[in-house]
Structure formats: structure tokens, C-alpha cells
């Protein structure tokens, strides 16, 4: 499929990630092009750690996208105009073992050149390499107040994965 995307240099990325991550919200891809699953996400970073430009995502071990980030070397991370809102916010709540959510979206599935898979609608990409992982553990938690957002102690997984391929609209 050809798509309007433009590769840039990761260094000239340049958009306002609290705002983009915190508001806009993210579209968190991995699988294959046959067999993929996308779930919306709201809390994540991108920076730089270890000399290396990265995204920090946090995937619960019980969403059925934590199979395929496991499974797979890369995933992406997509970012869309406000009019995919409501694309964005069925599937954050809906589950992936239910729904074909591309189809029920009508997001089309794209493959990068390191098989990951992003959506032809998304205005950035993020094409993301794992690097690191680790579990969140509560013993950790500086800010007592964070616990509140675990009342079932569902802990996160922390991926940190090295940002290999941004693509703009």
C-alpha cells in the first residue's frame, strides 16, 4: 500500500509530547501484518536514555496487545488527528480478543520496513525497537498517591524501546 508518509530524522521530531501523549493519546501497534492488535494509551515518554532516542510505553500483562509486544521485536506508536477521537477511544476500550478492530475502525494496517505495523490514517508513526523491559513494582513507589492507580494490582510492564523510524504526514 502507498501511503503519504515522509521519513524525517528522529532528532527533527519536534511536537509537544505531554500534550501529544496526555491529550491526543497514542495508538500502540504490534503484531505482523496477519495477526496484529492496537490499543490507545495515554501515558508513555519519549526522550533520550542510554544515548538513544526512545519511547517509554506501559502495557498491563492482562491486554491482549501484551502478547504481541511480547512476541515482537518492534512495534509502533501512532498519533492521529482529532477526527479519529472516537477510532482512538474504542480501542482503548475495547478488547482485541473480541473485536477485529481494524475492521470495526476502519483503520487500515500498513507494514514498515522492520515489519512493524502502523495505520495509513495516522497523521506520525513511531517505529519502535524493544531494548528494555521491567515490571512496575509498587515497593518502588516514591509517591504513595501513585498506588491509587493500581487497585487491583494490575502492574505495568515498562518497555523502553529505541525509536528507529518516525514518519510524517
Known sequence: MITDFKQIPVRSFDENVVKLIGDEWMLL?????????MMTASWGTIGVLWNKPVASIFVRPQRYTYEFVEKHEFFSLNFFAPEYKQALNFCGTKSGRDFNKSKETGLTPVESAHGAVYFAQ????????????????????LDQSIAKNYPLNDYHRMYVAEIVQVLSK
Open 29 to 37: 501497534s504490534a503484531g505482523d501484518i496477519n495477526n496484529h492488535n
Open 122 to 141: 495516522a497523521r506520525l508513526v513511531l517505529v519502535c525497537k524493544k531494548i528494555y523491559f521491567n515490571d512496575i513494582q509498587p515497593q518502588n513507589f
